[in-house]
């Protein structure tokens, strides 16, 4: 069973810019949550999404959003990039219920300029 | 907010010796979850608890135990080898539902020969 892939692995861009990141899950996992991991701040939770719709939120300004698809793909943006946006970028898949087994990718890192 | 503490920055430990990584929650907190994170890797589940049982066997020889008493979680593995070089990150379950997860600041798992 193929794993969670996050498309791009790696990304510069230019400060103002917006970014688009992929996450595809498990086959059949229907749950996908990100995550920011960065030096300063650790790991962070930004969002969860369940059949298309958003479970849970974390703390981050609007500029962060998030969707999911009906093949449960998902895809998270950032816009207006600020250079505290570089950071590695954390997807990860589980079933479905309440403290699933989560399943990570290798994340796309993301660096701003 | 439920939270969790990884007062330990880095460990370094010879290879064939134990490890002990300590990780303190807050009142309340569980579900509790081990994660370990290769370099250039995702994160991948060692252990979790959520009830019963205070000692939690998890993958790759590691247990932890949950002590109330202590406010503590803290993970052990008997003979560390030199594969087991990494960061460790101890999470709380956060939310009602879900699988939204606050992670402590990790600690780095540097392993002599």
């Known amino acids: 069973k193929a794993g969670v892939t996050q498309t791009p692995r790696y990304l510069i861009k230019t400060r103002g810019q917006q970014v688009t990141l992929s996450c595809s899950p498990i086959s059949g996992h229907r749950s996908v949550s990100w995550y920011q991991q960065t030096p300063g701040q650790g790991l962070q939770f930004l969002f969860e999404?369940?059949?298309?719709?958003?479970?849970n939120k974390g703390n981050f300004p609007g500029r962060f959003s998030g969707r999911q698809f009906s093949n449960s793909r998902s895809e998270m943006n950032v816009s207006t990039l600020e250079l505290g946006d570089s950071a590695l970028y954390l997807c990860a898949s589980s079933l479905a219920g309440n403290w699933d087994e989560q399943y990570f990718g290798p994340g796309t890192r993301l660096t701003v300029t | 907010a439920q939270s969790v503490t990884q007062p330990d920055i880095h460990i370094t430990v010879s290879e064939g010796a134990s490890l002990e990584l300590r990780c303190n929650y807050s009142?309340?907190?569980?579900?509790l979850f081990w994660y370990v994170q290769s370099p250039g890797q995702g994160l991948q589940l060692l252990l979790k608890?959520?009830?019963?049982?205070?000692l939690v066997q998890g993958i790759k020889g590691f247990e932890a135990e949950f002590k109330r008493s202590q406010s503590s979680f803290n993970l052990r593995k008997p003979s560390v080898h030199w594969s087991d070089a990494a960061e460790y990150f101890c999470?709380?379950?956060?939310?009602?539902?879900?699988?939204?997860?606050?992670f402590g600041g990790g600690t780095r798992v540097l392993v002599k020969p």
């Open positions: 009142y309340g907190a569980t579900p």
């Open positions: 999404y369940f059949s298309e719709t958003q479970r």
């Open positions: 999470a709380v379950g956060a939310g009602a539902a879900g699988n939204k997860l606050t």
């Open positions: 608890y959520f009830s019963g049982d205070t």
